[in-house]
């Protein structure tokens, strides 16, 4: 309708839509439309309440409750319905029987009482958050949903479970954890994140246990950013806006401890957060709590790749290096199991790193030394680093001999088991240097095995049969030193 319309029918702006109702009978039910007819034109009102707070279905409603006809509410409508009744001062003072009393009546007795008919009614609050929050419709929600977590702590979902023998860690509730779970459809996480957010922190605030929270807070990341966002597709910037929010903000909220969240998942919204590039703050929380479990990572999680990189893939090793030192300043269990854990898996990662063709010599270094520092006061021997050196000379055959005796440089042939020594005897594609320290350091440890023979016996006849023995193992590594060096040069 135009302006023109009826001077008995009140025009006014629904969002986008033009829509009429009979200005006295609107008047009769609204506090606001009554005190504006009073004092203003037909033509003033419509400016006046060009911004009302609904949409043309909620508006509807309120029409066909003027005209006395029955108001169909439901849990998708009636959050709308009270924000709007509210706006135009439907209530008792005005009018016995009036609209917002009728609502809230509705709201208190179906919405409340039902976790799910709680979800689906925020859900549908999101045209109106604000004003949901202001008349306390917001607060009603969150008590209540306060004290049904409480009482039960599956309404946020079932916690995931952290696996202790590295296997693949998942999501999805196994049939004895469905056994227990509760029969409900709607969940946090289909809310958006004005509404998620408040609703998280003040379950923090109430103590619902964190394994339960956690679990939340990576299925609504998995939800509204890894789905969304399948690898680094391209994004409008408003999007990549959105979503970097949603990171930062769930990071704020992901409560702190060990074991909350398998390493792997920790590892997935670190990488979401490099992608996005997010703050700094942001990456550095997930590193502390990736950190203080690094013991329970796998090889794939440390495949990080570093922010914006191009054609050349590397690794980003200060990310490592900052993970690995938040290990080590963290860890205060009696057990060294955790130390040989985060040893071994370093070893593996540099293997597994070593087959890279684009890796370079610089960043292949800086992992190496940091597995060796890793395996310190483990009592590991250098042999799985040795490997990985190996795999990298294999695979990068172009590298120079003065290449190779800076990558050997972070081996420590002290600590080579005598396999690995022999092994390496016999390596072409060691340098020669590295090769006559291997020899060395096997002759080294020969002559300590013959000093201690020598100061615990007696030199009887078997003993000294066992000295010529080293001896001669000696002289066969001499030998083998120096056919080596003769066939480099040739």
Request: with cysteine; aromatic share 8%; glycine share 4%.
């Amino acid at each position: 309708m135009t302006k023109s319309a009826s001077s008995t029918e009140l025009e006014v702006q629904v969002g986008s839509m033009p829509l009429s109702l009979d200005k006295e009978l609107l008047a009769s039910k609204s506090a606001k439309v009554a005190a504006l007819l009073k004092e203003n034109s037909n033509a003033d009102l419509y400016y006046l309440l060009h911004d009302i707070p609904a949409d043309s279905e909620t508006f509807d409603l309120v029409a066909r409750f003027c005209h006395g006809c029955a108001v169909q509410m439901s849990t998708e409508n009636i959050v709308p319905l009270i924000c709007l009744s509210f706006y135009l001062g439907m209530d008792e003072n005005h009018c016995n029987n009036n609209l917002l009393s009728k609502a809230v009546t509705f709201f208190e007795q179906t919405v409340l009482p039902s976790w799910n008919e709680i979800i689906k009614a925020l859900r549908s609050s999101e045209k109106s958050l604000q004003q949901t929050m202001q008349i306390g419709l917001f607060d009603a929600c969150l008590q209540v949903m306060i004290a049904k977590a409480s009482d039960n702590p599956r309404h946020l979902g079932a916690p995931i479970i952290v696996s202790t023998d590295k296997g693949d860690d998942s999501d999805r509730p196994n049939a004895k954890r469905r056994l227990f779970a509760l029969d409900w459809q709607e969940d946090l996480t289909t809310l958006s994140l004005q509404l998620y957010e408040p609703i998280i922190y003040t379950m923090k605030q109430h103590e619902i246990p964190p394994t339960y929270i956690s679990a939340s807070i990576y299925r609504y990341a998995k939800k509204w950013i890894f789905h969304c966002n399948n690898g680094r597709e391209t994004m409008s910037i408003y999007k990549r806006k959105s979503q970097r929010n949603v990171i930062e903000t769930l990071e704020k909220l992901l409560p702190h401890g060990r074991e909350l969240l398998p390493c792997t998942l920790l590892f997935e919204m670190l990488r979401c957060a490099i992608n996005l590039e997010a703050s700094s703050v942001c990456r550095k929380g997930f590193e502390i709590r990736i950190g203080k479990q690094l013991d329970q990572a796998k090889v794939k999680d440390l495949l990080i790749l570093p922010q914006g990189y191009a054609k050349e893939v590397q690794y980003d090793i200060e990310c490592i290096r900052r993970i690995l030192k938040v290990f080590y300043s963290n860890y205060d269990s009696s057990d060294a199991s955790g130390f040989i854990s985060v040893a071994e898996l370093m070893e593996e990662f540099l293997a597994e790193v070593a087959c890279d063709m684009d890796l370079m010599i610089d960043s292949f270094i800086s992992l190496a030394k940091m597995s060796m520092a890793a395996a310190l006061g483990t009592k590991r021997n250098s042999d799985g680093i040795y490997r990985a050196i190996d795999i990298y000379f294999e695979k990068h055959a172009y590298l120079t001999e003065k290449e190779k005796e800076q990558v050997c440089k972070a081996l420590d042939f002290r600590k080579m088991s005598p396999k690995a020594c022999e092994h390496a005897a016999k390596n072409e594609r060691l340098p020669v240097r590295a090769v006559v320290q291997v020899l060395f350091m096997a002759q080294l440890q020969m002559r300590e095995t013959l000093a201690r023979t020598a100061y615990y016996d007696d030199k009887s006849e078997k003993e000294e049969k066992e000295e010529d023995e080293v001896r001669m193992e000696m002289e066969k590594m001499s030998i083998k030193v120096v056919g080596f060096l003769i066939t480099k040069q040739k």
